[in-house]
């Protein structure tokens, strides 16, 4: 939805609300596009799996009976 610079005043509300439904809002001066309003992303949780993978390929030497699920439970970092 294109929106002329003056109305998102009398809207802003409404149009914020639209955007955190995904609609995307783009306001514009004279004819030009100058911003959009677009909703957050929302955030997720990720699996320990998620993180883990996300490291690539880290080499390192767990202490002797440890798991990284051990390490992650610890509050580690490494």
Do not use: Y
């Not at 309003?37 to 998620?50: A, D, F, H, L, M």
Request: aromatic content about 4%.
């Amino acid at each position: 939805m294109k929106v002329g610079i003056l109305k998102p005043s009398n809207r802003l509300s409404e149009l914020v609300e639209r955007a955190s439904q995904g609609e995307e809002i783009v306001i514009t001066l004279r004819g030009k596009e100058r911003a959009r309003i677009v909703s957050v992303p929302t955030k997720r949780r990720r699996s320990r799996k998620e993180i883990f993978d996300s490291f690539g390929r880290v080499h390192m030497k767990l202490p002797k009976g440890m798991t990284v699920n051990d390490l992650i439970d610890e509050g580690r970092r490494f």
